[in-house]
């Protein structure tokens, strides 16, 4: 139903020129070259401009797209073009030959699919696996790594940018002009995304790791400025933004701080190496490492289920791990602290651990000598009969595995200095001030009083 709906909105979302600009005829030499559909005999280009590589390229889909590949010999970088809706390369031409003289790079541009000399129709799909086969053209043909490209998209070309650019995490940079957040949000203020929405912007922008500068003008009518601004926020490594006063949806090009804000911006690329974005990228994880430590250290500290700060081991340097009896002790402390951080020693049946305070599991017979007593299930209750585990208050005693039946309502008998205020049963239902009791216990001396006491 999804795509049904997908196709549907496809049809009124994308307007390719008819007819088309231009076409695509083989040359003397068997190379293609484009000329303008009024005079067949005249080419898009000057005669004597070799920069212009004109490709026939198929996808995925099955469909055979064209492209335009300007070269400037003293580029540095490679801008992979995405044009609006309702154009073509014919129309693009000039703007190319702009971009490369004044901007210093490559230029590759495409048309999509039922698109100007492109066979297929337009649809979201096709226009993504479009993006994907120019750029393992770029990659194949022109030896151009994702170091070096700039995603460029505009209007309806940010879809399919922004949907390469999520999946390729070491590109340069990406370039939104007059972009979209869905494709629905462009006819309805909306909140959500629906499964008919295309060109879901706003979920990709948050996936692209690389800088992304945002041109959009203040009085666009056809998108609004909102969305511009909406991925911006979004992005995890916004630029400075460009936001054109008076500007419409199709003639940012033609003011002058458009040029002049998007030089600035591919010569800062040019500056940026693999080096600086390593250490960037290094610098945002330990942000991110001490944020989530700082943020957990209430819930992560806690020792077994009563919400207390874990006790850490103050002598043992080697270990730094919590030293309660009734937690988990880690294999790291030679012992030398003797906080009963006991480093452990595993069965060679079981491959358990045999420190006696902490689980064992009911696995091994018994003969590796590691204190991991196999278990007894009693077969009132079927629990472990390990006196040194939790028993449960199921069984009668009639059993005799000694699995005895809990003489309180907590799970297991604490310091008999602190009593639980919540117990109703009016016993020794015990619970120490913390599960440390060789802490808080003078008479336990590191072990666990099991003796009860009324309470007062």
Request: contains cysteine.
């Amino acid at each position: 139903m999804g795509c049904m709906l997908s196709q549907l909105a496809a049809k009124f979302a994308f307007f390719p020129p008819s007819p088309a600009t231009y076409r695509i005829k083989k040359g003397d030499d068997g190379g293609l070259t484009a000329v303008t559909s009024s005079s067949p005999e005249t080419p898009i280009p000057s005669a004597d401009d070799s920069s212009l590589d004109v490709l026939s390229i198929d996808t995925k889909r099955g469909n055979r797209i064209v492209a335009f590949y300007l070269r400037n010999p003293y580029a540095r970088l490679t801008v992979l073009y995405s044009h609006g809706n309702a154009t073509d390369l014919g129309q693009l031409y000039d703007l190319f030959v702009q971009l490369k003289l004044n901007l210093r790079v490559n230029v590759m541009g495409y048309d999509y699919s039922g698109y100007g000399a492109s066979t297929g129709k337009p649809s979201e799909s096709n226009t993504y696996a479009d993006i994907e086969a120019v750029y393992q053209c770029l990659e194949t043909e022109y030896g151009v790594g994702q170091e070096d490209v700039i995603l460029y998209g505009q209007s309806v070309g940010s879809g399919p940018t922004l949907h390469l650019a999520s999946k390729l995490p070491r590109l340069r940079g990406v370039v939104l002009h007059s972009a979209i957040l869905s494709g629905l949000r462009v006819l309805c203020h909306v909140k959500f995304t629906f499964c008919c929405d295309i060109y879901k912007n706003i979920n990709k922008i948050r996936k692209v790791k690389c800088p992304v500068l945002v041109i959009h003008g203040t009085e666009d009518d056809v998108v609004n400025w909102l969305h511009g601004h909406g991925l911006w926020k979004m992005s995890r490594e916004p630029y400075e933004p460009l936001w054109i006063k008076g500007g419409g949806h199709c003639n940012l090009e033609l003011y002058p701080d458009y040029i002049r804000h998007l030089c600035r911006f591919i010569h800062e690329m040019e500056k940026v190496n693999t080096e600086n974005r390593l250490k960037k990228i290094r610098q945002n994880l330990h942000l991110c490492r001490k944020a989530s430590t700082s943020t957990t250290v209430s819930t992560s500290c806690c020792c077994c289920r009563i919400k207390l700060r874990r006790p850490r081991c103050p002598k043992c340097p080697e270990c730094s791990m919590p030293s309660c009896p009734n937690c988990f002790r880690w294999p790291k402390c030679s012992g030398c602290c003797g906080l009963n951080c006991i480093k452990f020693k595993c069965c060679p049946e079981c491959s358990m651990p045999s420190c006696p305070n902490c689980f064992r599991w009911p696995k091994c017979s018994g003969s590796c000598g590691l204190n991991c007593i196999k278990f007894k299930c009693c077969p009132e209750c079927s629990m472990p009969s390990c006196p040194n585990c939790f028993r449960w208050p199921k069984c009668s005693g009639s059993c005799g595995l000694n699995c005895i039946k809990f003489k309180c309502c907590c799970w297991k008998l604490k310091c008999p200095r602190f009593f639980r205020p919540s117990c109703s049963c009016k016993r020794s239902c015990l619970r120490p001030k913390c599960c440390f009791c060789c802490l808080c216990c003078p008479e336990g001396n590191g072990k666990t009083n099991r003796k009860q006491e009324e309470p007062k």
